[in-house]
């Protein structure tokens, strides 16, 4: 095949000798196959879209994790079309991650709890026969914080929990850019709200505790528009700080997307990393693997907006859609976890759950299975820029150390040791999203904008429970959807 010498012979007639049988009629139409407008001159070197395909799909997935799979899964029950789902990693599962201890317990290095109003996902997993049960929670927290809340202080941090929920629920899950006061609140940052509207430094550190630990940044960075539309995303503020953790999930998080997998079968194809798409509006080619080669009708790139950005798009995606990708923030999201023989704390009446301002775990809790043998206890840092102890080692002693401040000298005697930092992973780039100011007003309505053949799924792009697992499925679900509704 000439392809690369000569590319002017890539016409319908040598496209369909190629392609052979593979390709649909109804995917070329009635319309002659052309290459995409875009000049042969902007193709890169390594990507060659000029051979044949392998062969085509009705939807191609990108991202194997639990969006891209519950969407591979939704369009199977809605048609009988064609679907591949392609993932860069030798497993699918993406932000959901588990490892097996010593002892036989499993930990959850990335997404791990469920709560009420996460239908979506609870009802997935009952669909798969997967259990929950519930965090343990029996006993008393340790708070090694320096201060305790006095009245006053803890009057200023209810009411300011009062107006954030009042005023998240005015932001509409839709189009949270249209909010009456969108440009104003997205061009703040929670701490200039607090600043403003708060009087006590000491509830102040509490809401930014919360920001820091679900949105995986400080408040001084995060949007108020974002946090808001985040809080009624997640119900209200109790929902998502307290109740979005009240359930885990029996075998691990993981276990979820590898029973959809499992149930997908071939369609689901691992080590398949997208390089470039190219694409015009009636179909795309998708170039992955290090040089294969499909086409698809439609496709559905279901990741976070930054991992997308490493996709080559031919041509380039318009610029609100490009620059939402190119300026997404991300948080650090590191997860620790210290295995031992028995989860000695609950003799002491304690139910593992510690807060601290002065260990190098600022928040731990009871991660044992739900036999409770092995003890299993995890605990997340708040790290930000370069301030992450350089070696495994430092850090295992700093986290038991941690553990140890908490819940006595036992905690040292650790018999197994987890760790992963979501933010050094180079294909995940990032925990979930403190997103900056300016951001969701500027590019906001690109997240969910279907771009040509090509739309978005992703926790991110969810109304609901954004961010969350119970997002991404819901974003999988909608996703697969709109594709099935435009596939002939
Ligand atoms: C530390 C941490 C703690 C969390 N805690 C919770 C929690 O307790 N509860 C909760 O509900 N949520 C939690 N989350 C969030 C939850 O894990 C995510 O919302 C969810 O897993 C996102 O799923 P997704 O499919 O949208 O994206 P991802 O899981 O990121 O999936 C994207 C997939 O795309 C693949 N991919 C990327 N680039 C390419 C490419 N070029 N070609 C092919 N494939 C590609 C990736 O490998 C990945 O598998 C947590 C996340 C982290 C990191």
Redesign the pocket.
């Known amino acids: 095949m000439s392809s690369n010498s000569d590319q002017s012979s890539f016409d319908r007639r040598s496209f369909l000798r190629w392609s052979g049988a593979a390709i649909s009629a109804s995917w070329l139409g009635t319309r002659a196959w052309a290459r995409p407008q875009t000049e042969a001159k902007d193709l890169p070197q390594h990507l060659d879209f000029r051979r044949p395909p392998e062969q085509v799909y009705d939807a191609v997935i ?7 799979l519950t969407a591979a899964s939704a369009l199977n029950q809605l048609g009988n079309h064609r679907v591949k789902v ?4 030798d497993r ?5 991650l588990n490892a097996a201890t010593a002892g036989g317990g499993v930990v959850e290095l ?5 709560g009420p109003t996460q239908d979506a996902v609870l009802n997935l997993m009952a669909s798969l026969n997967i259990d929950r049960f519930p965090t343990y929670n029996i006993g008393a927290p340790v708070n090694d914080t320096s201060e305790t809340l006095n009245a006053v202080e803890l009057l200023d941090y209810w009411q300011a929990i009062q107006r954030i929920d009042q005023m998240a629920q005015t932001v509409p899950l839709n189009n949270p850019w249209d909010a009456a006061q969108a440009s104003q609140w997205d061009a703040m940052t929670v701490q200039d709200w607090m600043n403003a509207n708060m009087a006590t430094d000491a509830a102040k550190s509490l809401i930014d505790f919360t920001v820091q630990v679900d949105f995986g940044g400080p408040a001084r960075r995060v949007s108020l528009l974002w946090f808001l539309f985040y809080v009624h995303s997640g119900t209200n503020f109790n929902t998502m700080s307290e109740k ?2 009240r359930w885990r999930v029996v075998g691990g998080t993981q276990v979820i997307s590898l029973e959809l997998a499992n149930r997908l079968g071939q369609q689901v194809e691992l080590n ?3 390089e470039g798409i190219l694409w015009d509006d009636r179909g795309a080619l998708i170039h992955f693997g290090g040089g294969r080669l499909i086409g698809a009708k439609k496709v559905i790139v ?3 907006p930054k ?1 997308a950005d ?2 080559r798009f031919f041509p380039n995606l318009p610029s609100d859609r490009a620059n939402l990708q190119k300026l997404w923030s991300t948080g650090q ?1 590191d ?1 620790y976890f210290a295995v031992y023989n028995t989860p000695f704390w609950r003799q002491q009446g304690r139910n593992g759950i510690a807060y601290s301002d002065n260990q190098f775990i600022v928040l731990a809790w009871d991660n044992s299975p739900p036999s409770g043998s092995p003890g299993i206890l995890g605990g997340f840092p708040i790290l930000e820029g370069s301030n992450r102890p350089p070696t495994k080692a430092l850090r295992r002693r700093l986290v038991l150390r941690s553990f140890a401040d908490f819940f006595g000298p036992e905690a040292y005697n650790a018999i197994d040791y987890h760790e992963y930092s ?1 933010g050094l992973d180079p ?2 780039e990032g ?2 999203t403190p997103l900056e100011p300016g951001l969701l007003t500027a590019f906001g309505p690109a997240l969910r904008q279907p771009v040509g053949p090509i739309h978005w799924a ?2 991110e792009s969810s109304t609901v429970w954004c ?6 499925v819901r ?1 999988g679900e909608r996703a697969a959807q709109e594709v099935h509704a435009l596939l002939p």
């Open positions: 990108i991202g194997g994790g639990l969006s891209g392609l993932e860069v990693r699918v599962g993406g932000r959901t990335g997404g791990q709890w469920v979005a953790q398949a990393e997208v279901a990741m976070m991992d490493r996709i999201g997860k979501w294909l995940t925990c979930v992703g926790t961010g969350y697992l119970d997002g991404a974003a």
